[in-house]
């Protein structure tokens, strides 16, 4: 069975730096990182000790409030140290990983032959539970819940974003068993979205235990979060799951060959990537072990994740769990003499007609960090917004009951089918230079503490 | 900027000014701090120049307008078209409005600016680049002032500036030397500019075509034995009338402008048309006017106005939908206003203000329109 969505709206940003499809080196195993604040809604507890041996699959931290929500390190070796930042709140645990990896034995089952109950617990035990996001609000998820469906996106649209076709065609059987788990998990079933282009050709189509939708548009449409709202939006009290689609490799993996492996192709791109291209890497890699894509950081951001949604990390950061993604950027910090009054500015890429820059047709621009301008009231009206934004909603009053914190007003506008990710392009394009992310992520921190 | 700006710095009160003057020369390099690490070369101060450019023509027309007016006025018809000379008159009585207009508006607007430490909002260049083309070229100077004053501290700033406004800045002057200082607003002595001295022809009249009217097509055929007032003068804009509001020509290269750039909304012009010419319709059918339809559309501040100033983001409606009634709203109340109140022809500027203050009205419905909707599928689903 298969739907056809078809967007109209979004937008995807010209920007250079396109990962060349082939892998260039695998990242060298040093210190990897554990990160609670990767994951929204978890309170960590630690579960480990500066000089602990642990393997690949060992808890390090657990949730305070479900305590079997765990997480684990994805190398084997001994904990290196335990980072607190202020009030001694836990900031991350560092392994340093051990010459020959090992790995807990979670047992090697075909998931078809599990029950739920079975497939919750490997899935707890093994820290890839933390995979699952839930929505509303894109927490972690409860594991008490049975969610209306649970969604998986098969592409991305963010810019520079790696191609899923040649990322995980070759890892098909594992993603199969990843649905498969899955999908005994929800009453609602999985519903995997695909390319529409490349729909017939794609591997994905052949995926069994799951409604296929095929979709079509720019930049959001591979963003999960609104391919949910096009097949079935969230409404109040309901909850749905989403997983990204490597994470569902790895959960594959996890069932099939016993061990947690998050080992993915992360697509290295950006104006300033040297020969972008992709490398292997574990989530919590050190920056430093891409390094050979940029050579000296001076003067650039690096980015784990794309351009619109990704955090700074800088070149002593470490890869998100989230991330298959890293962008590097150049500091935009030189001022441009006369910028906003030249009748041209072939070099600037706009989404309005206000630059000439639609008439170079297909242009890919450098662009870097520069904000070109300075924040504003909103001026623009919603619709200059929801040009960019294929979803039921209307963007600049869902942002401006965020600014009130106005929970009616908020749930009425549609708070509960949105992340901030899904609002990137509003921000990007908004000539008021508002940080749309932000406000949208500070309502549903409200909303999440006063719906408790 | 120097430190002396900044916060702490002894000079702290001016860093909103340093700042519009210097952002004004260069876009800053401000990196992006939060979100999406990079964005759209589009800021608002491209958003209004381009607005400010589309004005450009009209008022460039309406400048050699007021010289050549004048010389109707005082030569009667046949008057050379003299593009240089009339400009150059035209430009020196209009010249003053702008100073006044930019001075105090920006004035204020730097200082609200400073007193909430926001950067300086570029709304207000749109606003003082269209009030010198809406009120008579004689407007008493001080007047003018007031106006822009009252205007942009109560229509604007108590509501926290430029995108919190509920009502068009330029409008809102405009209405206030219309019910404050009504003598110099209407009648035939306001509309052309003369020299100290000078006198109006015998016959001539410094009424505008619009306020003929009310008397009907033969009225308006015979309104100033000086100029023509057949629909080809209306539309090139050879007639009295405010500064800017003669040419359609020139307002429809704006509307281009605008249209192309995107700045505006086709929705709202195009409603506001249809608005408009229904009304006017419906009035010549019925035989309470026998304007023609054209003539309606080509005469007064109607094109200047839903051009221009319907078509504000901030004070028009926000949703699709609501741009259709809003500018429908605009355009029908226009013209029933110059139908009914013969006493003022000029309907546009009510109309607008009107359709702003309904503006978040029909949003509001608008969207719970759609929320009662979206609720509903979801109760089928």
New interface residues.
Partial sequence: MSNSINLKKGLD?P?SGAPKAQVSFKCALDVVAVFPSDFKGLTPRLLVKEGDAVKAGSPVMADKVHPEILLTSPVSGTVKEIVRGEKRKLLAVLVESSQKQEYVDFGSTRPENLSAEQIRKTLLESGLWAAIIQRPYGIIADPALKPKAIFISSFSTA?LAGDTAFTLAPEFEFIQAGVTALSKITDGGVHVSIKDDEFSGSAFHRLENAILHSVKGKHPAGNVGVQISHI??I?KGETVWTVPVFLVSAIGKLFLKGKYDLTRKVAVGGPEANDPAYAEALPGTPMKAFSAFWGSAEGL?I?SGD????K?VGENGYLGFFDDQV?V?K???????????KPF?FN????????F?RLCGKKRYN??????????????????Y?AVLPM?I?P??LVKACLAGDIDKME??GIYEVL?EDL?LC???????N????IVRSGIDIMIKEMA | MNKIFEKGGKLYFLHSTV?AFE?F???????????????????????M??AVLSVVPAALFGMWNVGYQHALAVSGPGAPIDILGNFWYGFLKVLPLYLVAYIVGLAIEFASSQIRHE?V???YLMSGMLIPLIVPVDVPLWMLAVAVAFAVIFGKEVF?????NIWNPALLTRAFLFFSYPNHMSGSQSWIALRKGEALLDGATGATPLSMIGDGADALANAGVQYGTSLADMFIGTIPGSVGETSVIAILIGAFILL????A?WKIMVSSVIGASLVAWLGNVSGVSDIPVLMHLCLGGFAFGTVFMATD??T?????TG?WIYGFLVGAICIIVRLFNPGYAEGMMLAILLGNTFAPLIDWCV?SR??AR?NKK?KV?
């Fill in positions: 940003i920007i810019p079935s939006p409404l951001r980015v351009v619109l949604t990704g700074a962008t950027l500091e935009g910090t030189e001022p441009e003499l006369f910028g906003w009054a500015r600037q890429f706009s989404s309005t007609r206000s630059y820059s662009m870097d960090t520069n904000l070109h301008g300075g924040p504003r009231a909103f001026v623009m009206s919603d619709s200059y929801s039921d209307y600049l009053y009425q506008f901030p990137a921000e990007f394009t908004d000539p008021s230079k940080d749309i992310q932000d | 700042d952002t020369l260069h876009v800053p390099g401000t990196v992006t701090r939060k979100g999406s690490h990079v964005r759209d070369s589009v800021d608002l101060k491209r958003i120049i381009i950067e909002n570029e709304g926290g500036g430029t995108g919190m192309y750039t995107g700045v909304s983001p901030v028009s409606a926000q949703t699709e741009k969207v759609h929320t979206r979801v689903a």
